[in-house]
T-cell receptor, first 113, second 115 residues
Framework: KQEVTQIPAALSVPEGENLVLNCSFT??????LQWFRQDPGKGLTSLLL?????REQTSGRLNASLDKSSGRSTLYIAASQPGDSATYLC????????????FGTGTRLQVTL | SAVISQKPSRDICQRGTSLTIQCQVD?????MFWYRQQPGQSLTLIAT?????????ESGFVIDKFPISRPNLTFSTLTVSNMSPEDSSIYLC????????????FGPGTRLTVL
């Protein structure tokens, strides 16, 4: 059974810092990996999706990498801003599971002024 | 992308009652899913809503407790039956079109509190 873990569980950084969020998964037979952002009391916003054949994806200040063989992904946030404060979730779709997402435990990020 | 709405956005219910949550998408989608997020936890898949047939439930979830309907490609409902305080959670629907890249999009969620 696929298990997805995120480290750290919580992170507080001053504005302007670059930071890395980590995601690991136990079964490397994934179809893709998706990073989401969740704001308190809100739904999920899709940030980046990496196909299993890809190594990384970039969107603005966000860069996500994928090392499928070692079961790891990182989300890099450049020049953090207070508006980046949220919970970040990674999720994988296992090969042959018809689009079902298995979510990680989440990293709660706070960017302070 | 897809624009997804859920009703109600939140509710407070009494033990033993049932609540039906609606999920509406602005365009036809292949896949629709229902997730539960218990307080302080990540998301857990309840079931896949299949258009025109019975939903496919994940381990630990049963149809009698969480009946699901999907009458067409843009709409689904999830009912939480015979509620107890342990059912207090955020319930989210998500949609996807399958294929590549198979991005999934989520509704805003329904925050349920059971007293």
């Amino acid at each position: 059974k696929q298990e997805v873990t995120q480290i750290p569980a919580a992170l507080s950084v001053p504005e302007g810092e670059n930071l890395v969020l980590n995601c690991s998964f136990t079964d490397s037979a994934i179809y893709n990996l998706q990073w989401f952002r969740q704001d308190p009391g809100k739904g999920l916003t899709s940030l980046l999706l990496i196909q299993s054949s890809q190594r990384e994806q970039t969107s603005g200040r966000l860069n996500a990498s994928l090392d499928k063989s070692s079961g790891r992904s990182t989300l890099y946030i450049a020049a953090s801003q207070p508006g980046d404060s949220a919970t970040y979730l990674c999720a994988v779709i296992d090969t042959g599971t018809a689009s079902k997402l298995t979510f990680g435990t989440g990293t709660r990020l706070q960017v302070t002024l | 992308s897809a624009v997804i709405s859920q009703k109600p956005s939140r509710d407070i219910c009494q033990r033993g009652t049932s609540l039906t949550i609606q999920c509406q998408v602005d365009s036809q989608v292949t896949m629709m899913f229902w997730y539960r997020q218990q307080p302080g936890q990540s998301l857990t898949l309840i079931a896949t809503a299949n258009q025109g047939s019975e939903a496919t439930y994940e381990s630990g979830f049963v149809i009698d407790k969480f009946p699901i309907s999907r009458p067409n490609l843009t709409f689904s409902t999830l009912t939480v039956s015979n509620m107890s305080p342990e059912d207090s959670s955020i319930y989210l629907c998500s949609v996807g079109r399958g294929g590549v890249p198979d991005t999934q999009y989520f509704g805003p969620g329904t925050r349920l509190t059971v007293l």
